[in-house]
């Protein structure tokens, strides 16, 4: 059974820092990985999906890494932002492409 | 650019009541899903659907309904409510399954007294 682990659940820092959040999942047999953010009170967005075949992929500030044979995706915000502060989630899909295993999530909070 | 719409947002039941949440997307997707949000823990998958006329079990599909009788619409029907179901509930879409970027609606916050 696959499970997604996404430490620390909460994570502060100040404007213009570099950040990195991690995701571990613990079956490497992924057909692909993809990041979410979520604000207060909405629903998911889509930041970046990897494929299972891929090292990383970029937009704009964002920069996701896949490691499948360690079982780790990260997630690379450069230049951090007010505007950055939400939860991120990461969701590894498994199975026969059929099941959407979600982490627990990091709440970023990027201060003034 | 409407995409997933969910209706309604806060929704309070007594145990034992129906409703049915809404959901509906303008992107002309065939897949659709339903997933329940829960605090210390990931989405899970309640109930989807490859297309209008095919729906399917997810993870944790007891309690709850669901039909495709469109390819725009995927209502989710609760039959009897019970506490355990107070969540907060999300429709997603995509252009044909998992493998794709899984769009997400704003979700029903649900709590059932």
């Known amino acids: 059974k696959q499970e997604v682990t996404q430490i620390p659940a909460a994570l502060s820092v100040p404007e213009g820092e570099n950040l990195v959040l991690n995701c571990s999942f613990t079956?490497?047999?992924?057909?692909?990985l993809q990041w979410f953010r979520q604000d207060p009170g909405k629903g998911l967005t889509s930041l970046l999906l990897?494929?299972?075949?891929?090292r990383e992929q970029t937009s704009g500030r964002l920069n996701a890494s896949l490691d499948k044979s360690s079982g780790r995706s990260t997630l690379y915000i450069a230049a951090s932002q007010p505007g950055d502060s939400a939860t991120y989630l990461c969701?590894?899909?498994?199975?026969?492409?059929?099941?959407?295993?979600f982490g627990t999530g990091t709440r970023l909070q990027v201060t003034l | 650019n409407a995409g997933v719409t969910q209706t309604p947002k806060f929704q309070v039941l007594k145990t034992g009541q129906s409703m049915t949440l809404q959901c509906a997307q303008d992107?002309?997707?065939?897949?659709m899903s339903w997933y329940r949000q829960d605090p210390g823990m990931g989405l899970r998958l309640i109930h989807y659907?490859?297309?209008?006329?095919?729906?399917d079990q997810g993870e944790v599909p007891n309690g709850y309904n669901v039909s495709r009788s469109t390819t725009e619409d995927f209502p989710l029907r609760l039959l009897s409510a019970a506490p355990s179901q107070t969540s907060v509930y999300f429709c997603?879409?995509?252009?044909?399954?998992?493998?794709?970027?899984?769009?997400f609606g704003a979700g029903t916050r649900l709590s059932v007294l």
């Open positions: 997603a879409s995509s252009p044909s399954g998992l493998l794709n970027i899984q769009y």
């Open positions: 990897i494929q299972s075949s891929q």
């Open positions: 659907s490859v297309g209008a006329g095919i729906t």
């Open positions: 969701a590894a899909l498994t199975g026969t492409a059929s099941k959407l295993t």
């Open positions: 079956d490497s047999a992924i057909y692909n």
């Open positions: 992107m002309n997707h065939e897949y």
